[in-house]
């Protein structure tokens, strides 16, 4: 069995350091093996979990989905209908997410397009920014500051 070094298993992962820690406090990853020094020690099965983990993070899967979806892949004999629906949900999610993108789009071209080259007292950009009513087009209010 390969040993491998925590940044090891980040350089074949393409995953941080810190990225891979805090994979283990959540329990995406499995607390690694200690060497006699102390140090993490990883397996090749480590890197094909951490890839599955990031594969999942850049399809924007949240934790807990991640999370559900890895006990699948260790017990690889049960129904995949969970893995479908929680597929589903994420398209779904995706999908809204590129509806207002879309919309937000529409939204920034018509500011650029109303450009004035005056002063800002007459800027269709900060006029708009300042009222949102403006808006040529509908799409997400903007968030409250927290």
Do not use: W
């Not at 398209?91 to 005056?118: D, T, W, Y």
């Not at 950009?125 to 903007?142: Q, S």
Request: with cysteine.
């Amino acid at each position: 069995m390969d040993e491998l070094s925590i940044g090891v298993l980040a350089k074949a992962s393409g995953v941080k350091v810190t990225t891979i820690r805090f994979y283990e406090q959540i329990g995406l990853m499995p607390e690694p093996r200690r060497a006699d020094n102390d140090r993490r020690v990883y397996d090749t099965k480590s890197v094909e979990r951490l890839s599955f983990v990031k594969h999942a993070r850049q399809l924007g899967f949240a934790v807990e989905s991640i999370r559900a979806l890895l006990s699948m892949a260790d017990n690889p004999r049960q129904l995949c209908d969970e893995a479908n629906q929680l597929a589903a949900g994420q398209l779904s999610a995706v999908e809204h997410k590129i509806a207002q993108l879309q919309a937000l789009q529409v939204e920034l071209q018509l500011m650029v397009s109303a450009a004035c080259a005056g002063h800002v007292s007459e800027c269709r950009v900060i006029e708009v920014l300042n009222d949102h009513r403006l808006c040529g087009t509908e799409h997400a209010e903007p968030r409250a500051l927290m």
